[in-house]
C-alpha cells in the first residue's frame, strides 16, 4: 500500500494580513506547481528518503536537513506521545517548487509529507493536531511561528489564522471569478532573511492603517464586494522594506496597475508577486509583461491561477 500526496502553492500575508492571511493556488492550465509526496512500507529501515522532480538539486544534500526527514522525526514523536505504532517507510519527495520563492515551498513539503504520513496511518492524528504541527516546522524553518503558508496548503482556500479558543484557521469566502497571477523571477529570497529586515515596532499611522486593510479586506470578503476587497489589498508592515530584495517590483505593479489588474503584492516574502483580476484577457497581458519583464532568468515563471479551494490532496498511490 502507498500514498501521494500533492499540496500546492500558497500565498503568505496576500498583503494585508501579515502573517495572519494566506490563500492556495493552483495553476489554470493544470500545472503542478506544488510538491508531492509518496509514503509506501519500507523495508528494514524505519526511514529511507529519495528525491525527485525538477527543483531538485536545490535541497540540501543532507538527508537530515531534509524537511521530509524531519516531518518524519516530528510525526513519529507525535505518534509516540499517542502510544501509536509508527511504521517503517520509504517517502519520495518530488521538488517542483523553487526554494525561497515566496510560494511557500517549505510549506509545501512540510504539508505533503505530514498529510501523506498521516494518510499512510490511517488518520491517527487529527487536523488541528497536524496543523500545529505543520506550523512548528515552518517557525523552525523561518525563524517565528506564522501559520499563514502551511494553513491554506493544507485546507485549501483564503484562510485567516484566528488562533484562538484551540481553533488555527478558518477559510474566509473569496472571489471565484479572480484570477491569481503569479510571477516567480528566478532569484531566492530565504525567509528568515527577508523577516529578520522588518523592523521590531511600527508608528501608531501604520498600525490604524493596516488594521483598517485588513478589517475593510475581510469585511468585502464577507459582504461579496470585490472591488472594496481588491482595493484594500495594501501593505505597510512588509513591503516598504523588502521591496528592495526584489529587483523590478516597482516597474511591475505599475504596469498591473495600468493594465487594469485590480492589486498586485509580493508574495509571502518574495521574491514571486502577484497580481490579481477578474478579466482573463488583463490576467494574459499582465502574464506577458511579467514573464518578459520580471522573470531574470531561466528558473522562473510566470502562471495564471485560480484560489485551489481544496488544499492538500491525494492524487493516487504513484507518483
Ligand atoms: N524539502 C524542502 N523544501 C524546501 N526547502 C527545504 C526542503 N528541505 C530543506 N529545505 C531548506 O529549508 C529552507 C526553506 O527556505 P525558505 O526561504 O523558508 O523557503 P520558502 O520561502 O520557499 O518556503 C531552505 O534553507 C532549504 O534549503
Ligand atoms: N508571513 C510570512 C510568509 C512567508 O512566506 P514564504 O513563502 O516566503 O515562505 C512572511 O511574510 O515572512
Redesign the pocket.
Known amino acids: 500500500m502507498s500514498v501521494v500526496v500533492y499540496a500546492p502553492a500558497s500565498i ?2 496576500v498583503s494585508v494580513g ?2 495572519v492571511l494566506g490563500a492556495a493556488v493552483s495553476p489554470i492550465d493544470g500545472t503542478l506547481l506544488g510538491d508531492r509526496v509518496k509514503v509506501e512500507g519500507g523495508g528494514d529501515v524505519p526511514f529511507t528518503l529519495n528525491c525527485v522532480g525538477s527543483f531538485v538539486d536545490k535541497l540540501p544534500k543532507d538527508q537530515e536537513e531534509n524537511i521530509v526527514y524531519q516531518s518524519f522525526v516530528v510525526f513519529s514523536r507525535e505518534m509516540e506521545k499517542l502510544g501509536q505504532p509508527v511504521r517503517n517507510v520509504t517517502m519520495t519527495l518530488e521538488k517542483n517548487m523553487p526554494i525561497g ?7 509545501c513539503s512540510i504539508v505533503a509529507a505530514l498529510d501523506a504520513l498521516n494518510k499512510f496511518h490511517d488518520e491517527a492524528l487529527d487536523e488541528t493536531t497536524l496543523l500545529a504541527l505543520m506550523g512548528e516546522m515552518e517557525a523552525a524553518i ?1 525563524g517565528s511561528l ?1 501559520y ?2 502551511v494553513a491554506p496548503c493544507y485546507l485549501g482556500g483564503l484562510q485567516l489564522m484566528v488562533e484562538q479558543m484551540g481553533i488555527i484557521s478558518q477559510e474566509v469566502p473569496c472571489f471565484d471569478e479572480w484570477y491569481w497571477v503569479m510571477a516567480y523571477p528566478g532569484i531566492k529570497v530565504p ?1 528568515a532573511e ?2 529578520a529586515i522588518l523592523p521590531a515596532q511600527y508608528r501608531r499611522q501604520d498600525v490604524i492603517n493596516h488594521g483598517r486593510h485588513l478589517a475593510g479586506f475581510i469585511h468585502g470578503c464577507y459582504s461579496g464586494q470585490p472591488q472594496l476587497a481588491a482595493s484594500m489589498i495594501k501593505d505597510v508592515v ?1 513591503e516598504p522594506y523588502r521591496e528592495k530584495l526584489l529587483p523590478g517590483f516597482a516597474e511591475a505593479r505599475h504596469y498591473a496597475e495600468d493594465a487594469g489588474a485590480l492589486a498586485t503584492g509580493i ?4 521574491p514571486t508577486l502577484f497580481s490579481i483580476t477578474d478579466d482573463k484577457a488583463v490576467a494574459e497581458r499582465v502574464a506577458k509583461w511579467l514573464e518578459e519583464n520580471y522573470v531574470q532568468n531561466e528558473e522562473g515563471f510566470v502562471h495564471i491561477c485560480r484560489l485551489d479551494v481544496k488544499g492538500s490532496t491525494v492524487t493516487g498511490s504513484e507518483l
Open positions: 503568505g500575508n501579515f502573517d520563492s515566496g510560494l511557500g515551498s517549505s510549506a523561518s506564522h499563514d503558508n525567509t527577508a523577516r512588509a508574495s509571502g516574502s518574495g
